[in-house]
C-alpha cells in the first residue's frame, strides 16, 4: 500500500477515534462517511472466525480467515483511533464542561450532514418497509437518548466489561454513540478519567469488554447488511436522526429538552459542524475518483 494510503487511512481512523470520545456522535457514521465502514465490519468479523477457528483446532481455517483480513487498511485505521482518543480525550472533556451548548450543537450540525451517507445507500430500495425501519430507529433512539443519567463513581471490573461491550455496538451501528451510551449508564466520567490518567488496569478491562462486543455483534450486522441491506441501512438511518435529540444544545442535566436561549452562537458552530462533514464527504469522493483513475 502506498504511503498516501495508509496516511489517509490514518486519518480516517483519527476522525473514527474522535467520534468515539464525543456523546451523540457515532463512530459507525464517521466510518460510514468515511468509506471504511464494511472493511471494519468484515475485517472483526474474519477475525472473531478465525479466533474461533484456533478455538476449535483448525489451523489451516483460520489461516485463510486471517490472511483475509485486509490489515493494510484496518491497521492505520487502528492507529488513527488511538491517536485520536486519547487527544479527543484531552481536549474535549474542559470544553464539553465549559461549552456544553456549542459543543452539542456542532456535534448536531455534523451528524445532520452525515444523513446524506445511509440515505444514499438506500435510495434505490425505498419502501414502505424502509420508511417503518427508519420511523422505528428514530423512536427507539430518541428514547434512548431521554433517558435520565445514571450515575457509577467507582464501577467494578464486571461493570467495566459489560459496559464496554455494549458501548462498542457504536462502531458497528451508525448512528448509536458508545459515548452516550456510557454518558446514560453514568460511566462517560470514569472512562474519560481513566484514558486521562492512563489508568491501564481500567483500560485492559475495557479493551477486553470491546473485543468481545466488536465480535459478537460484527458478525450479526455483516450477517444483516449481506441479506437484509435496505432494511438494515434505513434502520441505521432512522437510529441517527433520533439521536438528534441527545444534541440539543438547551437542555438539562437529566437531559430535558429546555426552550431556545440566545441562539447565535450555537447556531454558527452547527453550520461549522454541517461543513465540516459536508467537506469530509466531497474529500472522500475525490479521493475515490483519483484511486480509480
Known sequence: MKPTSSLVNT???????TAEVIPGVSGGTIALIVGVYEAIISGISDFGSALGYLVRGKATQALASFKKIRFAVLLPILFGMLLAIFAAAAVLEPLIESEPELVRAGFAG???????VPAKMIRASVSVTTGVAILAGAALAFWLTSLPNAGIGNPSW??????????????????VSGSFFLLAVGMYAPTIAAVNERS??????FVVGAVAGLLVFARAVEWF????????LSLMLGLMIGS????WPWQSADRELLPVSDPGLPLVALVIGLLIVVV???AEHHIRARATQ
Open 11 to 17: 486519518l480516517r481512523g483519527f476522525l473514527i477515534g
Open 110 to 116: 455534523m451528524l445532520i450532514a452525515s444523513f446524506y
Open 158 to 175: 464486571w461493570q467495566i466489561i459489560l459496559f464496554a461491550a455494549l458501548a462498542v455496538c457504536a462502531l458497528v451501528l451508525p448512528g
Open 200 to 205: 491501564f488496569g481500567y483500560l485492559g478491562l
Open 225 to 232: 447488511l449481506l441479506h437484509h441491506r435496505g432494511f438494515t
Open 244 to 247: 438528534l435529540r441527545a444534541l
Open 280 to 282: 469530509t464527504i466531497i
